[in-house]
Structures are given as structure tokens and as C-alpha cells.
């Protein structure tokens, strides 16, 4: 339960000169500078959806723990060769939750019903539509194999097995598994605590009357409802204008009240850009030009011993920086490792041709087994963010993209969303 260490102010540093980082580059950095900064704690298994383990999990029993049966029917030792069988069937029964305490000896059967241990000597059950009962009887054609229609212990999970590695996120189908075996509780991360910042003196919240010069701050709220999405803590350090005092004082206050902070805005080298001016003069940001669309300049960098990723302000910007970028950093520091999205191959609905030398995510959605794109590319077309159902990604290359030809896909849903 030890705290885990600060980062160093210097991890992202880069080497000077101007070069524009490709994406896979930037994100092997990433992963190789963060590490799980978040402590443990206990979490009931009744309500961990969602949590990230901390401790791989080992099965504490068998599942099942006994031979049981799958089927209502009766129960006997050894298979039946083809043709008519007749057993003498025994009185009592096995029912779930009341086994039977006696033995079932060669050439008997018992009623047995679906969930019941397989009583001492006995291992086949034949489903009761199969067998007809008379005067204490029962008849049966063969063949059965030996073991039909029975559950044998631990077929499902064997006793001490891992069920789980840590850094995996638990998930409703994972509370059934580890209820099965008999879990209770489970050594858990504490959520990643992140602090939301959005810069901009034009920048308001919808309900007052407002100057057409004003925007609302559209990312903070977005940016909110993605980290929640990802079982995150959310600080919200509100919207600050540009400038460079205010800008520091929230950065002071964000990294004392959480993990890592995500800024949007200001994070270029504009006039007005002060989030990267004042991450640039404490001397450990990192300008990382990123060789992707969209996305200008993502600024990087350490305050107070907490990694700071200034997101461009752009909604449309932001939103896919937060996806390709911050949530493998994100997951990494909490706990849950640096994970790539699965993506999808499937055929383009559109044409288009695109130069080398940087990536390119598009707004796209499935429509009848193909990938359409939004109509305009211009990312201050927030619209389309909702229009989409995820994001297409062009590769670096250069690349001549016509219908029907294979394309990389990501639903909203391989990003947690
Ligand atoms: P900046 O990165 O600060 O230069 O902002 C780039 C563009 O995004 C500008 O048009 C801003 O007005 C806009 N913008 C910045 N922050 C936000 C925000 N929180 N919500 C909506 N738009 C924003
Ligand atoms: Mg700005």
C-alpha cells in the first residue's frame, strides 16, 4: 500500500529540434515514461464493475466444486452399450442443494435433478424424456457414453487457477465469474484522480446571456463525461482566462488535489497561449508536434511531480488527442497498462487521397458493413463528433484510399465510450 513515486520533472523531455513525432512514437514515449501512480485499496466483488485489479485473482475453489448433473434425469455408474437397458431404480433423489448421502451400486439409478452432485458410484445421467419408469424400473435405450449429460469438478475452473491478471478492468460477466468460485473481495487500484482545466478568455457556460464573442466551454463538460466513462475521479479546476498567474495558481492547486491534469487550450505558441508558456518556463515541458491531424501541438509536462497533457482547444482536437493520447497515459498511470485500441478492418464508403508524413483520424461511422466519413474535415466541426460512431485512422503514409478498399476502424466503444 505504498505511495507510489512522483514522476520526474524531466519525463518528457525530448530532444531538441524541430521534428514531428510520429504517433507511434510519441506513444511508445508515453508508455515508456508513465507508470501506475495510484495506491490500493479492498473493493467488495458486489461492486467492483468497473475497478481496476491490483493483484491478480486465484480461484479459492473449484468450479464446479463437485460432479453434478446438467440435465433432469437419472443417474448411474459406467455408459450403456446400444440397445434396451432395464435398471432397478433406487428410492430418494439428489436435488440441487440436497445431495444424496448414499451410494448408487452397479446396475441401479437414482432421480437426479439438474445441479445435483453426482451421488457416491455414480457418474452418467440420462435425460428423463429418454427413459420410461414402471413399477420401480427403468428403461433405457443405449448407447450413453460414460460421463453424458454430467458436470465434472473443477471442469469449469480449477482450484487455485488465476482468474484474472492484475491491471485487468473488471467487467458484469467478471462479478459473475469470481462470485462462482467464491471471491468476496478483491485488491483494487483507487480511481485516477484527474483535474480538468479548460484556458480561454473567450470561453463562458451556457445559461447567462452571453457576447456572440464568447464560446461556451464545450470541452470540460465532454472531457468530464469521457474520464467518468473510464471510471476516473474527476477534479474540476473550471475554465481560466488567459493568463500566465491565474494559469499557474490552478496548475498549483490541480496538482495538489489530484494525479495528472488535462488542460485544452492555450497549449501552441501563440500570444495567448499560456498554458504552454508557463509549462515551457518551469523547464519541463515537452512541445510535442505530433505528426497527426487533428491535433496541433501537444504540450506536455510535469508540475509539481503530476503529468500534465495541454490538449489542444479545438473540441474536435481535444476529443481525439483525449482518445489516441491521454487514455493509454490515463490507464497506464492507472494501473491498467498502456492499452491499444482494437481496431477493425473494414471497407471505405468514400475515396479519398491522402499525403505522407502525419496520421489522420477521421469521423466516421458503419453504415451497411462500410465505413462512411464526415463531410467536412475542418475540426472545428464539432457536430460531427456526434454524427460519427467512431474514428477512422489513416495511416502516415501517403495513401490513395478508393471504395470498397480495406480501412482501419474505431468505434466509439474500443475507447471505453
Ligand atoms: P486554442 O488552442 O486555445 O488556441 O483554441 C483553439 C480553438 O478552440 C479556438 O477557436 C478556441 O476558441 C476553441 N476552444 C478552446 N477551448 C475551448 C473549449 N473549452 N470549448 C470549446 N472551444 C474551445
Ligand atoms: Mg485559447
Known sequence: ????????????ALPAGVYWTPVDEALSLLEARLQTVVDNEVCEVEACDGRILAQAVMAPRS?????????????????????AHCLDLQGGRSAAGEAFGGVVSTGQALRILTGAALPEGADTVVLQEDVTVEDGKLYVNGPLKAGANARKAGEDVECGA??????????????????SVGVAEVEVFKPLRVAIISTGAELCVPGAEVRTDKIFDANRPMLKAVLRRWGMDVVDMGIVPDNAKLVRQTLDKAAELADVILTSGGASAGDEDHMSAVLSKTGNMALWRIAVKPGRPLALGVWGGVPVFGLPGNPVAAFVCTLIFARPALLQLSGAGFLAPQALTLPAAFAKTKKAGRREYLRARLRDGAIEVFGSEGSGRVSGLSWADGLVELSDQAAEISAGQPVTFYPYSVFGL
Open 1 to 12: 500500500m505504498s505511495k507510489a513515486p512522483k514522476l520526474h520533472n524531466d519525463c518528457f
Open 63 to 83: 468450479h464446479p466444486p463437485c460432479a453434478n448433473s446438467a440435465v433432469d434425469g437419472y443417474v448411474f455408474s459406467g455408459g450403456l452399450t446400444p440397445g
Open 162 to 179: 488465476e482468474l484474472f491478471e492484475a491491471g485487468h478492468r473488471v467487467q458484469p460477466q467478471d462479478i459473475g465469474v469470481l462470485i
